[in-house]
């Protein structure tokens, strides 16, 4: 009897675990689930991954990635690829573990080799490699930086001046020299040869010498010489109403001026130059010349004058010759007036110097009040 009550609760207690393993299968199965699921990812993740060595401008890192291919790989790694760069393998290829791949910037390099200047882009990392990727020719060239010089993302200037050979002619004598000089000036030292006072050479001192270029010395010596010379006077035309037509007149005599020139004068190489003008000093200002020109009309004819022979009188007095001056300077003209005769007729200047239409006017109206008198030998031509 008093084991009964410990029998009972042990029944029941066998009951209560068989009724509650449902529950339990349903507590452990999304355990189950969970653990398999973290399984297989694993094996995922380990399959994905690869060990891939990326070098950038020469310095190399290993790295873990999921990139299916190099352009994942740049992506991931936040590297910016231009035009000038270069990517090996190239971009598109697929990646596996253990693959290498490189990455090598461009760099602009402004580049002046012999006076020439240009830019061009490079992935060298030092300016030695840059000439040699470049083929330039550096052996015995002059270089404004080292050698040795690492070239930044941002570039560089290098001027590169190679070995030249330059003929100088001076002083009579061949000079050749082997040179990565700058200047025709810093060559002319390397080869002994300076440049004194007023010399120069046949291409200008400061530029660049050339392969196979030939270069005089020019030895100058020089001197100033000042000249006094005339200045011609310019000659002004006014018409004149009260001339006739035809008639011309110099109311203003022209005066030359003078002028002070001073002149370089120049040897080279023992031979005379022609003198060059360097500056001028006006001394005394040029006087224009000024002349009247007759614009007014002569009358067509003279009452009782018009019959008469004057082309015969004109012959006889002075070959026909309206410009026809006597030896004695007296007389001039076709009708051979003399100055107060002409001018008390209404002429302006002298007579030689007047139209032959205003000369023959004139004759006609000094027929008028004195007849052929004014022409004792001649005048009997006026009646044929």
């Known amino acids: 009897m008093s084991h009964a009550p410990s029998t009972h609760r042990a029944a029941r207690s066998r009951r209560r675990r068989r009724a509650g393993h449902p529950d339990a299968l349903r507590r452990l199965l999304p355990r189950a689930v969970v653990v398999a699921f973290l399984a297989g990812g694993t094996t995922a993740f380990i399959a994905h991954d690869k060990a891939v060595r990326l070098t950038v401008d020469g310095t190399p890192r290993t790295l873990h990635t999921f990139a299916h291919g190099v352009d ?7 590297l910016r690829i231009g035009a000038h760069d270069i990517v090996a393998p190239a971009p598109g290829t697929e990646l596996t573990s253990g693959d290498e791949v490189v990455v090598r910037h461009g760099r602009p390099v402004v580049l002046t080799i012999d006076g020439r200047r240009r830019t061009v882009w490079t992935t060298a990392g030092t300016v030695a490699e840059t000439l040699r990727q470049l083929g330039v020719r550096a052996e015995g060239a002059y270089l404004s930086t080292s050698r040795s010089r690492r ?5 560089m200037e290098l001027a590169v001046r190679t070995e030249r050979s330059v003929v100088f002619l001076a002083d009579g004598r061949e000079y050749r020299v082997r040179t990565n000089a700058a200047t025709v000036r810093e060559a002319l030292a390397e080869a002994g040869l300076g440049l004194r006072d007023q010399d120069t050479t046949s291409v200008p001192p400061d530029s660049f010498p050339r392969e196979g270029q030939t270069v005089s010395v020019l030895r100058i010596t020089g ?54 003008r360097l500056r001028t000093e006006v001394v005394r200002a040029a006087r224009p010349q000024i002349v009247h020109l007759g614009t007014r009309a002569l009358p067509r004819a003279v009452r009782g004058a018009e019959h008469l022979a004057w082309g015969a009188l004109a012959r006889c007095e002075a070959g026909g010759r309206p410009d026809a001056v006597d030896s004695s300077g007296t007389y001039g003209g076709l009708y051979q007036f003399d100055a107060a005769t002409w001018h008390a007729l209404g002429g302006r200047g002298r007579p030689q110097d007047a139209p032959a239409e205003e000369q023959t006017y004139r004759a006609k109206k000094l027929y008028i009040t004195r007849g052929a008198t004014p022409w004792p030998v001649c005048g009997r031509k006026l009646h044929g």
């Open 72 to 78: 994942d790989l740049l992506a991931d790694e936040h």
């Open 223 to 276: 001197s100033k010489e000042v000249r006094e010379e005339p200045v011609p006077f310019r000659t002004v035309h006014r018409p004149d109403p009260t001339l006739t037509r035809g008639t011309v007149s110099v109311v203003q005599q022209g005066r030359p001026g003078v002028r002070r020139v001073t002149y370089r004068l120049r040897t080279v190489n023992g031979v005379k130059q022609k003198p060059k």
């Open 151 to 155: 070239i930044e993302r941002h570039g």
